[in-house]
């Protein structure tokens, strides 16, 4: 029960996690392009269907977070020389 309720908790965080920072992701694009658009509009709106299937795809798949919650929670630091490096190598 209580492995149960860590993974949990774990997963709980990375989710956040994953939100907060695309919200960030998100945030930033969007003041840049902002900013830009002032400047070059007409290059800007080639970029839009790119951007917009970038996010689409972020919003649907958790792949990136997937591999980094395994990464930091299960590995943990990969200083050189040590066991987690090696861990991390035959991960990778």
Same mark, same amino acid.
């Given at each position: 029960?209580?492995t149960? %309720? =860590?993974? !949990?908790t #774990?997963?709980?965080?990375?989710?956040?996690? %994953? &939100?907060l920072?695309?919200? +960030?992701?998100?945030?930033v694009?969007?003041?840049?392009?902002?900013?830009? &658009?002032? !400047? !070059?509009? #007409? /290059?800007?709106?080639?970029y839009q269907?790119?951007a917009? $299937? #970038?996010?689409?795809?972020? $919003?649907?798949q958790? #792949?990136?977070?997937? =591999?980094? /919650? /395994?990464l930091?929670?299960?590995? +943990?630091? $990969?200083l050189? +020389?040590? /066991?987690s490096l090696? $861990?991390?190598?035959?991960? %990778?």
């Open positions: 029960m209580i149960w %309720a =860590k993974s !949990q #774990l997963s709980n965080c990375s989710n956040l996690t %994953a &939100t920072f695309l919200s +960030g992701v998100i945030v694009v969007s003041y840049s392009a902002q900013a830009l &658009t002032a !400047q !070059q509009p #007409l /290059e800007l709106d080639s269907p790119i917009n $299937r #970038l996010i689409e795809t972020t $919003r649907q958790n #792949l990136a977070f997937q =591999k980094l /919650e /395994e930091c929670d299960d590995i +943990g630091h $990969r050189s +020389g040590s /066991e090696d $861990r991390a190598i035959q991960w %990778a």
